[in-house]
C-alpha cells in the first residue's frame, strides 16, 4: 500500500492510502452512504444548505438572558435549513437600546450534537436592531447565543427555534 500526503493548505494535511476504498463492483455505491444519497442525507446537500430559509413566528418570540440583563426579540425565526438571515431586536433588561459601543459576538450549536458550525455573522442595523446570518445544516432544535457586553455588563441570551424540512 503506498501513502500519499495532499497538502490542502499551510495548516492543514490529507493522508490518502492507495489501496481501493470499495471492492470490484461496489463503485455504483461509492457515491452513496449507507444506501443513502449524498443529497438524501440528514445533513442536506450542498445546494439546499445554500437555499434561503423560509422565515416564521416561533413559538417564543422573546429571550431573556441568563443573568437577566438583556432581552431579544425575534417575531421572524428560521423555520427550515439552509442560509438564515434574520432580524434580532436588543435591549437592556428595561427596554433601553444598548450602548453604541455594545459589543455583540454569536455562535450557534444543536444542543446535544457535536458539530464544527461556522460563527454566527452579526451586524448591528440601528440603537436596538442586528441581524443574524447563520447557516442551519439540517432541522432540528437550535440555540443561538448571543453573547453581550454592554456598559461593563456581560450576559448570553439564547434564541432558541426548531426547523424542519421544507415540504
Known sequence: MKIRKLMLSAS???VIASTPLFAEGDHADSHNTHGMAHDKMQMGSHQDQMKSVKLGPGKKSKF????????AYSNLLPLTPGWAVFKTKLTTKSGKDLSPKAKVTGSFE???MAMDLPPVKI???????????????????WKVHLDIENEGIKDRVDVKFVTKEAS
Open 110 to 112: 444543536m444542543p446535544g
Open 123 to 141: 451586524k448591528r442595523l440601528s440603537a436596538s436592531e442586528w441581524e443574524l446570518s447563520l447557516q442551519i445544516p439540517m432541522a432540528g432544535y
Open 12 to 14: 492543514l494535511s490529507l
Open 64 to 71: 431573556k438572558s441568563k443573568k437577566k440583563n438583556f432581552l
